[in-house]
């Protein structure tokens, strides 16, 4: 296991060569950063799958707060998937980091199958990094990075020491403390998640802050949903077009939240808000009541409150079926006008 830690500090030391560069690792001063102007996670998530010893696919992207800012396809550079994605940082450490995850990527997948022999691991198999820190301007840095196999946490760094997940397998412990030997690495990690990290986020914070201060207001309407079972009703209340992304949504009696609500995932809509619907199976003796309360940022504090009065349908075919009735009202009275003169002109 002595291939990614020479690959990695290879890269290193071209990111502190000149005046433009990045802190060089050992720094673990951070006051040299401004406060930030709000607080989110950067968080960077890895999804690396092997089909068998030779042949690997990663891809990655990095997140802040509810905002994807970069994608890492599998043998490609960071793109920028934002107009400030950059942050603060000029083109020259934005090189030097392009060339550190590469240097990264590449020494990851070679050491991935090693230990896959060491442990007699059978092919397929995915493993996933979640990994960042999050700047908040009067509280500790906190810092995270967490490595998982076919989707259960095995391995975690915390501090400066490799440490096996609860109630993971005996083979995350032999990986720990393999790694644990390997200073360099440690040090190198311990560098970017405490000194690059914090500096990303930051200018990240304060290049995007309009996006990241974004409110929308959300739209709120009721409908029915396929009856549960004789005499019952599913009550649906979809919300939809807000943002950022939490919300909550209940089915309320008065001031008394009703148990048995289900709420479905929260989805994304193509413009970037959000949707999400929550159901309610009742008695159809028991619907009459109740309703759906709505709270988001946007709302300044003042709650969307809809009454269940009824059978329900979604608001477009309301609105479509009163302008049909209007379409053929003023048809009928248009040919009934028509008629008339040309019955007076007869006489």
């Known amino acids: ?6 690959l990695l500090l290879w890269g290193l ?5 000149s005046p433009d560069a990045l802190p060089p690792p050992g720094s673990s001063d951070h006051h040299f950063l401004p406060p930030p102007p709000s607080s989110a996670p950067l968080r960077f998530l890895q999804i690396s799958s092997f089909a068998n010893s030779s042949w690997t696919r990663t891809d990655g992207s990095f997140w802040l707060g509810a905002l994807q800012t970069h994608s890492w396809s599998n043998g490609s550079d960071i793109s920028f998937l934002r107009p400030w994605s950059q942050g603060k940082l000029s083109n020259h450490p934005w090189e030097q980091l392009q060339q550190v995850f590469w240097v990264y990527r590449s020494s990851f997948t070679r050491e991935i199958p090693g230990f896959a022999k060491m442990l007699h691991l059978d092919y397929p198999f995915v493993v996933q990094v979640s990994a960042g820190c999050e700047v908040h301007p009067r509280r500790p840095l906190k ?10 946490d095995i391995l975690s760094f915390q501090g400066t020491s490799w440490v096996p997940a609860p109630d993971a397998p005996h083979g995350a412990e032999v990986v720990s403390n393999e790694l644990n030997k390997d200073l360099l690495v440690k040090s190198t990690l311990e560098w970017f998640l405490n000194v690059i990290c914090p500096l990303l986020v930051t200018g990240l914070l304060e290049a995007g802050k309009q996006d990241l201060e974004k409110q929308v207001k959300p739209e709120a309407w009721l409908s029915n949903g396929p009856p549960p079972g004789p005499g019952r009703l599913l009550l649906v209340c979809h919300v939809s077009g807000f943002y950022p992304e939490p919300v909550w949504v209940r089915w309320m009696r008065g001031q008394q939240e009703q148990p048995g609500a289900q709420q479905g995932d929260v989805l994304p809509n193509a413009d970037e808000t959000w949707y ?4 309610l199976d009742v008695a159809a003796g028991e619907a009459a009541g109740l309703t759906c309360r709505v709270r988001h940022s946007s ?6 409150v809809l009454y269940w009065e009824g059978s329900h349908v979604p608001v477009g075919w309301i609105v479509a079926a009163v302008l049909a009735s209007l379409l053929l009202v003023g048809g009928g009275v248009t040919f009934w006008l028509k008629k008339r003169r040309s019955y007076q002109h007869m006489l």
């Open 13 to 17: 030391p071209q990111m502190w060569a």
């Open 299 to 304: 709302l300044g504090g003042q709650d969307i």
């Open 276 to 279: 999400v619907r929550v159901t």
């Open 143 to 152: 810092t995270f990075f967490h490595s998982a196999f076919q989707g259960s």
């Open 1 to 6: 296991m002595e291939c990614w830690p020479v």
